[in-house]
């Protein structure tokens, strides 16, 4: 992305804007973390959009929340969102989008690694900002905020890896990215 351009900011919008939607698809957990679509949709626009577009999508995506707009999961937002339990989740989405940007340009098992380092990353800024907020140890943090979680997390993967090429070819033919 070398230049500004009508083409680069509406990809960038409407990352950003289906981020915000995919996020109100939640299902809460007995612990008070929802599952949300969010960290299949997060990897996906880093692989469409590439490192740089995907990472300002989900820096534009964190300031609509941070000034209110209701873009977060059960259409919360305001900057209380990211000093809360699941705080570090939300911090960690640019990481994981500029790491699944990585990932498009590699095949195969290459990808798939860059894709659990950006799951990775966010995960352990979760459970930091959760164990911070909450003064809970390590072991409850794992248990509230990832164990649950990896069945589905591990779903949302393969289906990211399986897709994105696929996705991306189609949006480049249309023009879109």
Same mark, same amino acid.
């Given at each position: 992305?070398?230049?500004?351009? @009508?083409?680069?900011?509406?990809a $960038?919008?409407?990352?950003?804007?289906?981020?915000?939607?995919?996020? &109100? $698809?939640a299902?809460p957990?007995?612990?008070?973390?929802?599952m949300?679509? &969010?960290?299949?949709?997060? *990897?996906?626009?880093?692989?469409?959009?590439? /490192?740089?577009?995907?990472? $300002?999508?989900l820096?534009?995506? !964190? !300031?609509?929340?941070?000034?209110?707009? *209701?873009? #977060?999961?059960?259409?919360?937002?305001?900057? =209380?969102?990211f000093?809360? *339990?699941?705080?570090?989740? +939300?911090l960690?989405? *640019?990481?994981?989008?500029? #790491?699944?940007? #990585?990932?498009? =340009? &590699?095949g195969? +098992?290459?990808?798939?690694? /860059?894709?659990l380092?950006? @799951?990775?990353v966010?995960?352990?800024?979760?459970v930091?900002?959760?164990?911070l @907020?909450?003064?809970?140890?390590?072991w409850?943090?794992?248990?509230a905020?990832?164990? $649950?979680? !990896?069945?589905?997390?591990?779903?949302? &993967?393969?289906c990211? /890896?399986?897709?994105?090429?696929r !996705?991306?070819? @189609?949006?480049?033919?249309?023009?879109?990215?």
């Amino acid at each position: 992305m070398n230049r500004v351009s @009508v083409k680069n900011m509406t990809a $960038i919008a409407v990352a950003a804007a289906v981020v915000a939607v995919l996020s &109100q $698809i939640a299902i809460p957990t007995p612990l008070g973390v929802v599952m949300t679509l &969010q960290t299949f949709v997060v *990897p996906l626009v880093g692989c469409l959009l590439g /490192w740089k577009r995907g990472t $300002i999508a989900l820096v534009v995506y !964190l !300031l609509l929340g941070a000034v209110g707009a *209701p873009v #977060f999961a059960e259409f919360s937002g305001g900057f =209380h969102c990211f000093v809360g *339990p699941t705080g570090g989740f +939300l911090l960690g989405f *640019p990481l994981m989008a500029m #790491f699944a940007g #990585f990932a498009a =340009h &590699q095949g195969g +098992l290459r990808r798939a690694m /860059w894709l659990l380092a950006g @799951v990775v990353v966010d995960y352990s800024l979760g459970v930091a900002v959760f164990m911070l @907020v909450t003064g809970s140890g390590l072991w409850a943090a794992l248990q509230a905020c990832v164990f $649950i979680f !990896l069945p589905l997390e591990a779903v949302k &993967q393969v289906c990211v /890896w399986v897709l994105a090429p696929r !996705l991306s070819r @189609v949006l480049e033919r249309a023009g879109a990215i």
